[in-house]
């Protein structure tokens, strides 16, 4: 069968090297999926979302990639620096409903 | 102006205090959210307003009371809290109710209830 990554509470990442964090989420109605940094003493932020017609979506240093088949979310942020030091949390939307719901969260921390 | 402000940002309070947490936004956006937030977990919905109108409380307990005064502001009033409400409460907005994905989160405000 299929591999996919287990979901991590926390991941430390040398600076410059990829990272990847891993999400499962639970619906499969959900049609929309967004990855969120939230930074120490703010709110959760944007990064990057992705359809669920779409399997792999670029940014700017991030990838999403998405696997219906067995309700897989990643993250992968390419030559990770210090400020990517924060809790990384994927949201499942089913728009219909509308409301979000967020995943258990990784912190990444970055070594220097 | 992409901001959603809260206040205040910290809040300490008694058992048997009243007080109320304040959200705003001028992105025009009309729907708006509660969040709460325990420590290293993730943020959980507790209310959404859609046009100014209450269109999903998650069951969450009659002492928290949320309003929205008109489309820019948001309020949660306290009542009677309990030391386990202690957490992050999230405010947040987005353009739609159906555009629920594209939220734009405030930087939240720690609840102390003691």
């Known amino acids: 069968g299929e591999s996919v990554g287990l979901h991590l509470p926390t991941l430390s990442v040398q600076e410059g090297d990829n990272s990847i964090i891993n999400c499962a989420y639970s619906n499969s109605a959900s049609d929309y999926f967004i990855w969120y940094k939230q930074e120490s003493g703010k709110g959760p932020q944007f990064i990057i979302d992705i359809r669920s017609n779409m399997d792999k979506r670029q940014g700017q240093r991030v990838t999403v990639l998405l696997n219906k088949t067995v309700k897989h979310l990643s993250l992968q942020i390419a030559a990770t620096q210090p400020g990517d030091s924060a809790v990384y949390f994927c949201?499942?939307?089913?728009?219909?409903?509308?409301?979000?719901?967020f995943g258990d969260g990784t912190t990444l921390t970055v070594k220097p | 102006d992409t901001e959603v402000t809260q206040t205040p940002k910290h809040l300490v309070m008694g058992m048997t205090n009243k007080k109320s947490l304040k959200c705003e936004q001028h992105?025009?956006?009309?729907?708006m959210y509660w969040y709460k937030q325990k420590a290293k977990k993730p943020p959980e919905l507790m209310f959404v307003y859609s046009y100014e109108k209450l269109s999903i409380n998650e069951s969450v307990p009659s002492r928290f009371s949320p309003e929205c005064p008109n489309s820019s502001l948001l309020n949660l009033h306290l009542h009677a809290l309990q030391p386990e409400d202690s957490a992050l409460y999230l405010c947040?907005?987005?353009?739609?109710?159906?555009?629920?994905?594209?939220?734009?989160f405030g930087p939240g405000t720690r609840l102390t209830v003691t």
């Open positions: 949201a499942e939307i089913h728009t219909n409903a509308g409301k979000s719901t």
């Open positions: 947040a907005s987005s353009q739609e109710p159906s555009l629920s994905y594209e939220q734009y």
């Open positions: 992105m025009g956006h009309r729907a």
